[in-house]
């Protein structure tokens, strides 16, 4: 699918291989559930290097901010975000193509699927909070959906939005198949699938880099040579945007400090060397400014 020149092509070359029939109203199926069942069959390895990537990462949080960034190379036609609200996370979906008559197809397919990978990555490394687990759809409840009620979180439809909704307590817990060298190898990779489809949004692009590891942030160096810029073209493009390096890395400090100081048992100390500032002090007086 992701060979095809436009979304029509794609989407005639993925129904027919699951079993859509073309009609003049759009797709029909003798299994109006299609998009559910396939969506159940999804993990890690069947959606190839972005999976390993997600499993590689050292969080959860980590791993969202990955699979969020590199979504376009799966899916081109959807646009997601993450955000936090108290204990509970949410990833957006939104349709950055209009679908159509596939769109609750595809966004049944995508909400399951995204479930699916979420829960693969949970039972290796972090215990479950399946009551706090909720998908919100656009769309009104299907007659097919009673079927799948025990197999699936707490499911509301009629919503405002698509969106998957997560305990976030778990955002922060290790994964216990972290590899950062395998991480770092999956960034490449999809970088380079980015930027032969054209993607132009660099501010969004470091910033989805600027990742704290065991060795701080990326330098500018490091991230210009993974997006495959020298260093003079990298800060030359970023001012043409009105920003530079250290702002971006300045905005992603006060980010994560933001999302660590609301983690339980972390001290100011602890946040303040998570995201590189050598003491307390220079740490708080930066905060406040």
């Known amino acids: 699918l992701g060979a095809c020149g436009t979304l ?7 129904a027919v291989g699951a ?23 999804s993990n890690l390895t069947k959606i190839g290097m972005i999976g390993f990537g997600l499993m590689s990462c050292h969080s959860l949080r980590e791993a969202i901010t990955l699979g969020l960034r ?6 081109p036609y959807f646009h997601a975000s993450f955000s936090q609200d108290g204990d509970t996370g949410i990833i957006d979906i939104q349709e950055a193509l209009p679908l159509g008559p596939h769109r609750q197809f595809a966004f049944e397919y995508l909400m399951v699927e995204l479930r699916y990978i979420y829960l693969s990555l949970m039972i290796p490394g972090m215990p479950q909070f399946e009551d706090a687990s909720e998908m919100w759809f656009m769309h009104n409840e299907p007659d097919y959906f009673a079927a799948y009620r025990e197999r699936l979180p707490r499911c509301r439809f009629g919503k405002p939005a698509y969106q998957l909704r997560f305990d976030a307590r778990k955002l922060d817990l290790p994964i216990l198949t972290a590899s950062p060298e395998t991480v770092r190898h999956v960034i490449n990779h999809c ?5 032969l489809l054209g ?5 969004a692009r470091i910033r989805a880099l600027l990742v704290c590891g065991d060795d701080g ?6 991230i210009a040579r993974t997006i495959h810029m020298s260093e003079r ?8 945007h009105g920003l530079s390096y250290s702002d971006l890395l300045l905005q992603v400090r006060e980010r994560d400090a933001r999302q660590l100081l609301s983690v339980a048992g972390m001290s100011v100390s602890d946040v303040a060397a ?12 930066a905060f406040k400014q």
Do not use: Q
């Not at 590199?70 to 899916?75: C, F, K, N, T």
């Not at 970088?191 to 930027?195: F, G, I, N, Q």
């Not at 073209?233 to 043409?240: D, I, N, P």
């Not at 998570?274 to 007086?285: K, L």
């Open 199 to 203: 993607v132009v949004d660099l501010p």
């Open 274 to 285: 998570r995201v590189g500032y050598t003491n307390r002090v220079n740490f708080s007086r």
């Open 19 to 41: 079993g859509f029939l073309p009609s003049a109203a759009g797709f029909t199926t003798i299994d109006p559930a299609l998009g559910i069942e396939l969506g159940m069959r």
């Open 8 to 14: 029509e092509t794609a989407a005639l070359v993925g």
């Open 233 to 240: 073209t990298l800060k030359r493009k970023l001012h043409e």
């Open 217 to 222: 942030y990326p330098s500018v160096d490091m």
């Open 70 to 75: 590199y979504i376009p190379l799966r899916v």
């Open 191 to 195: 970088e380079r699938e980015l930027a």
